[in-house]
């Protein structure tokens, strides 16, 4: 059965889509690697809201509940909102990693839907120039990288907690331009360790 939910630590995890905008040359994905930890997170068919809402248990139990698989979840952007809307009405916080395309692919600005049901936002940045990022991330959307920026600059006037992700470790990724990007942008800055997920 493929894995729908999956925990680390004290957070639950969701695992929605198998799809992504990006080709991200770090990704295990990309090398055809779908493991994290014990869990097999391949999806042999994209689970319904409901099907995610029924294996989550109770959201109270754990600190938060993410939206992080090896695909973007904004993509199944109707059913991340079911989800999440659930989480948040039965007492959980709710945090979404993204690669900040959503709107971009959705064509529209999402992050007042968003607001009603996520408490918390994680935006790969993933580089401080457009040139690099192409390199690394092979975006399939022309546009993304200025895409990103722009979601990341609006999403603080809608989630309370925003913070932006760059890989250290990756060539040519300069990590406190990209820590500064952010700060110009009123948002928090992780830096996360190259072939170290989840």
């Known amino acids: 059965m493929d894995t729908l939910v999956y925990d680390i630590g004290n957070s639950r995890y969701i695992n929605l889509s198998d799809r992504c905008s990006l080709r991200c040359q770090f990704c295990p994905k990309t090398h055809h690697e779908l493991q994290l930890h014990e869990y097999d997170l391949t999806l042999e068919k994209r689970p319904t809201a409901q099907a995610i809402i029924n294996a989550l ?15 973007e979840s904004t993509l199944r952007l109707k059913e991340l909102i079911g989800i999440a809307t659930f989480v948040k009405n039965n007492g959980g916080s709710v945090r979404l990693n993204t690669d ?59 989630i309370q907690q925003v913070t932006a992700t760059a890989v250290d470790g990756l060539e040519g990724v300069n990590i406190k331009a990209c820590e500064t990007l952010a700060a110009e942008r009123g948002v928090d800055f992780r830096h996360r360790e190259l072939d170290i997920v989840g």
């Not at 959201?59 to 695909?71: A, D, L, M, R, S």
């Not at 959705?106 to 040139?131: F, G, H, W, Y």
């Open 100 to 158: 900040g395309l959503g709107n971009l692919v959705n064509k529209r600005n999402i992050l007042p839907e968003l607001s009603t049901c996520v408490d918390a936002l994680c935006v790969s940045m993933n580089a401080q120039d457009e040139a690099t990022y192409n390199r690394h991330c092979l975006p399939t959307l022309k546009g993304s990288y200025t895409a990103m920026l722009d979601f990341l600059t609006d999403a603080p006037g809608y």
């Open 57 to 71: 248990g109770d959201p109270t139990q754990f600190e938060e509940v993410v939206f992080c698989g090896f695909g």
